[in-house]
């Protein structure tokens, strides 16, 4: 009853008959359907509460009159008063009746409210009424409950339940005909004006009108449910939502869409979102009422208020208020279920709700969408929601193919949707887009030309985002654009919109579903303008870009120290920078830092980075821990090109900081437009070196981290990799003996390779390798196109049987998908050499395509083959999965 609402649809939509039905699925209770008495409630019940209305006056011990002249939030037209003319009992029932008010009162009628709360209220159980409504334009009798806590928040994320309600009987229909529905309803999800409704419409059989007689209406409440009931007959039934789950337990869908609510959690003030019992789990009181007007019924029928319908012998008379209790399970009220078939069908009694979609988990992996540029995305096509046109392609000189809207005298909105209920093409399907892992280089962007402006001079033009079926929506003027402009029309203008942008207005990136541009609602007539290059991208996905060191070495890219005679070390530094790159210098002159060429183990692939030669940079932090013993010595970059074809020095105070080193951690930056005017070829670099110049740099110690060629904003700088085994095995997963009981162990090796994980196979068949704590996974598509799995290997003793094989095995997704390949058909296509390290590579392209599921790598495996594997010792280092 208390319908607070921004308008008047959903309310025509109920006044047409029953709520729209689309369905879901099967989702019913374990009652035993041929054991049911459908002809009556079933038994169990035991009544708990009631009013017989016997006495000569309302039983103030069980009922208070509200008094007030709010308009129940619905702006309607009565007082409530707790006055004997608009509520008494007489012979046995309750009447309540709504007045003409006197001349000047603040509302033009009187009526009354009656409440149970302060003096009974319910948590689950069966609650009845026998009744006859009242008739007129604008009458709006009810029968229902709220929320007597309100513990999950203001109306109506704390619920309300309508046991019946009824607008206008016997007022004339849309046909002529008098109207007779009754209606069952929740309300829930979140705050007014955002919140939710769902319910039925019912007819009495034969014509009756609930005007004419007594009637029962009830509702059966149990724990995830709720039933509707005229005269027993069960004609409505909504539930709890039921999620969808992933293999890791991550919520993906609705199994069965019914209500949900949008809270705050009291001890930590985050807002929740909940598809559980919540909120109709808590204890609800009755209210009966006699409204007059309101949004609902002046809008619907023959509209407005018949005011001659509101005299004493136009009544709502109640002839009793049961609530019984579920014997079998007080605590549920699961048990005694008063069902029938069909009552969990939605072509049936079954209503759907309208929880949202849980938010999608993301998937982690940087993409990019293509809207519409010339040629239609099927997944995504052109829209126009309410306006009753159909956009078409049209030529354009400029652009090509392009998409044009028009809006005419109706209301709407325009652009391009990823629903189910809108793709039309066979070869499309709803694919909300997951933006969240490009929020911080994403943009929005689209070009259009107004072909017509709209009649009306005042009209802004809007662009509107909306996520997960609408659960998160942002609307900003056009003009809030990076570019600043509005629309001017026979003119193509270029718009971009960025996604950090977006998110701060609250939208949630994960999973957007709709991209909207259009003059404001109801100010569009007359617009026509073509729309095209549509995308959700980062502009600078393509470029390219290497990180050469971030928390571990890049194997393409060792450490390296030219001439010294020491070996660069991988150590932890502070909690900002973690692991970093250590350099140390003796006395012997030296230069150090990052080298490519594959004499020094680099992988001998040079960089090219001549499409960021504008605006990319070579980036480094440097920690200065120890300083050269020559207190003046000038610290260099050097950069090689193409085996040393091309270099360039130059100090580090010429970076774009123009600093020296200090005991601080600090950024450099040198562009590569400065380097290249400066005689270096950017199309090969191989060597990248940080130092004290030549021969003054004894005793110097110092750190680099975060090393980078790159432009920057684009987030294609970032290498998708884990780092399975550098010294240390990484967190959340272990060296491993899958049957044979052993311990792998971590041991010292050669100056090169230093901590290796150490295999030892014996008598029992078994394989080995590294492997993932439970639930723990790791999503490698992202790097599918370039990426590897790669390791270094060393044989310290083979196998006794001289047959045996040297495999290796991936697997994803607890075994759900795997690939078994001999170590032979690796990149290097060698076989292993006893007491000798080897590099084998495997294109994670390869394994996908041999059927691995990379998003959800969990074990790597290299072994003899089963059962041949006796006697083999064998280490194994550097071992990543994902960008090389």
Same mark, same amino acid.
């Given at each position: 009853m208390m319908k607070k609402s921004s308008g008047t649809t959903k309310y025509l939509s109920l006044g047409i008959i029953a709520l729209a039905i689309q369905g879901c699925g099967d989702t019913n209770t374990s009652t035993n359907l041929d054991k049911v008495d459908i002809s009556g409630p079933s038994p169990g019940w035991e009544m708990v509460w009631n009013d017989e209305f016997d006495g000569t006056s309302i039983d103030d011990a069980k009922w208070s009159h509200e008094v007030d002249c709010a308009g129940g939030g619905n702006q309607e037209s009565q007082c409530y008063t707790d006055s004997p003319e608009n509520s008494w009992v007489e012979d046995g029932v309750l009447n309540i009746v709504a007045l003409k008010a006197d001349e000047g009162a603040e509302k033009p009628f009187t009526s009354a409210r009656l409440t149970t709360k302060g003096k009974a209220d319910f948590l689950y159980g069966r609650i009845e009424m026998r009744a006859k409504l009242p008739i007129g334009q604008g009458s709006w009798p009810a029968f229902w409950m709220l929320p007597t806590d309100n513990v999950y928040g203001i109306w109506p994320r704390s619920g309300e339940i309508d046991i019946v309600e009824a607008v206008n009987l016997k007022a004339k229909n849309a046909e002529g005909n008098p109207e007779a529905h009754v209606y069952g309803t929740i309300h829930y999800g979140r705050e007014w004006p955002n919140n939710e409704q769902s319910g039925k419409a019912y007819l009495l059989p034969n014509d009756m009108n609930p005007a004419d007689d007594f009637h029962t209406y009830a509702?059966?409440?149990?724990?995830?449910?709720?039933?509707?009931?005229?005269?027993?007959?069960?004609?409505?039934t909504q539930r709890r939502s039921e999620l969808r789950y992933n293999a890791q337990g991550q919520p993906v869908g609705l199994a069965y869409k019914g209500w949900f609510t949008e809270y705050y959690d009291q001890s930590t003030g985050k807002l929740n979102l909940t598809w559980g019992n919540q909120p109709f789990d808590e204890k609800f009181h009755l209210m009966l009422n006699f409204a007059v007007g309101g949004n609902w019924p002046t809008n619907v029928n023959e509209t407005g208020i018949d005011e001659a319908a509101f005299n004493t012998e136009n009544r709502y008379i109640v002839d009793y208020v049961r609530v019984y209790e579920c014997t079998a399970?007080?605590?549920?009220?699961?048990?005694?279920?008063?069902?029938?078939?069909?009552?969990?069908?939605?072509?049936?009694?079954?209503?759907?709700?309208?929880?949202?979609?849980?938010?999608?988990? #993301?998937?982690?992996?940087?993409?990019?969408?293509?809207?519409?540029?010339?040629?239609?995305?099927?997944?995504?096509?052109?829209?126009?929601?309410?306006?009753?046109?159909?956009?078409?392609?049209?030529a354009d000189a400029e652009k090509g193919d392009v998409y044009r809207f028009v809006v005419g005298e109706s209301p709407t909105v325009n652009g391009f949707i990823s629903r189910s209920a809108f793709i039309t093409d066979p070869e499309g399907v709803a694919s909300p887009f997951d933006a969240s892992p490009i929020e911080s280089t994403g943009v929005l962007s689209f070009a259009m030309k107004v072909v017509s402006a709209p009649v009306s001079p005042d009209s802004t033009?809007?662009?509107?985002?909306? +996520?997960?079926?609408?659960?998160?929506?942002?609307?900003?003027?056009? +003009?809030?654009?990076?570019?600043?402009?509005?629309?001017t029309v026979g003119q193509w203008q270029t718009y971009s919109f960025p996604l950090s942008m977006l998110a701060s207005k609250g939208l949630d990136l994960s999973a957007i579903d709709v991209v909207m541009v259009f003059p404001a609602w109801g100010t569009g007539n007359g617009a026509e303008y073509l729309m095209d290059e549509v995308n959700i991208a980062r502009p600078n996905a393509s470029l390219p870009s290497l990180v050469i060191f971030t928390d571990n070495e890049n194997p393409d890219w060792p450490m390296w120290d030219c001439c010294g005679g020491s070996t660069p070390a991988v150590v932890s530094d502070d909690a900002e920078h973690g692991i970093v790159s250590e350099f140390s210098i003796g006395s012997s002159p030296t230069v150090m830092g990052y080298i490519n060429r594959t004499e020094f183990g680099g992988s001998g692939a040079n960089f090219d980075a001549t499409a960021i030669l504008e605006k990319g940079l070579i980036q480094f932090d440097l920690k200065v821990v120890n300083s050269p013993n020559t207190p003046d010595a000038p610290w260099l970059l050097k950069v090689e090109s193409n085996l040393g074809e091309t270099a360039v020095e130059l100090a580090l105070t010429e970076s774009v900081e123009g600093q020296a080193p200090s005991a601080e951690w600090q950024t450099f930056s040198f562009p590569l437009a400065d380097l290249s005017a400066a005689g270096l070829d950017v199309s090969a670099i191989d060597v990248l070196m940080m130092f004290p110049a030549w021969g003054q740099g004894e005793g110097a110690v110092y750190r680099i981290d975060n090393v980078k060629i790159s432009q920057p904003g684009t987030d294609a700088s970032s290498v998708d990799r884990l780092t399975l085994f550098v010294d240390q095995v990484a967190d959340s997963w272990s060296i491993w003996d899958c049957c044979a009981g052993s311990t792998p162990a971590v041991v010292s090796d050669d100056n090169d390779h230093g901590a290796v994980a150490e295999y030892v196979i014996g008598e029992q068949p078994t394989v080995v390798g590294f492997f993932a704590d439970d639930g723990v996974y790791y999503d490698a598509s992202a790097a599918v196109?370039?990426?590897?799995?790669?390791?270094?290997?060393?044989?310290? +003793?083979?196998? #006794?049987?001289?047959?045996?094989?040297?495999l290796f095995k991936i697997e994803s997704g607890d075994a759900s998908t795997a690939v078994e390949l001999n170590l032979s058909d690796s990149v290097e296509s060698v076989e292993p050499v006893v007491g000798q390290w080897q590099t084998y590579t495997f294109p994670l392209q390869t394994l996908a395509d041999a059927g691995l599921d990379a998003s959800a790598i969990d074990v790597l495996m290299v072994f003899p083959s089963w059962g041949t594997g006796n006697g083999a010792v064998f280490r194994l280092d550097n071992a990543i999965i994902g960008t090389p």
């Open positions: 509702i059966e409440w149990q724990q995830g449910e709720i039933r509707w009931y005229v005269d027993d007959y069960l004609y409505a399970n007080p605590d549920t009220g699961k048990g005694c279920e008063t069902v029938r078939p069909g009552y969990d069908k939605l072509d049936d009694a079954l209503v759907e709700g309208k929880a949202p979609a849980p938010t999608p988990p #993301s998937d982690g992996i940087a993409k990019d969408l293509l809207i519409f540029d010339s040629t239609p995305n099927p997944s995504w096509p052109a829209w126009d929601c309410c306006g009753g046109s159909t956009p078409d392609l049209v033009w809007l662009v509107k985002l909306e +996520s997960n079926e609408g659960a998160t929506a942002v609307e900003l003027p056009i +003009s809030d654009s990076t570019e600043g402009l509005a629309p196109p370039s990426g590897v799995v790669r390791f270094d290997m060393k044989v310290v +003793s083979a196998p #006794s049987d001289s047959s045996s094989k040297w």
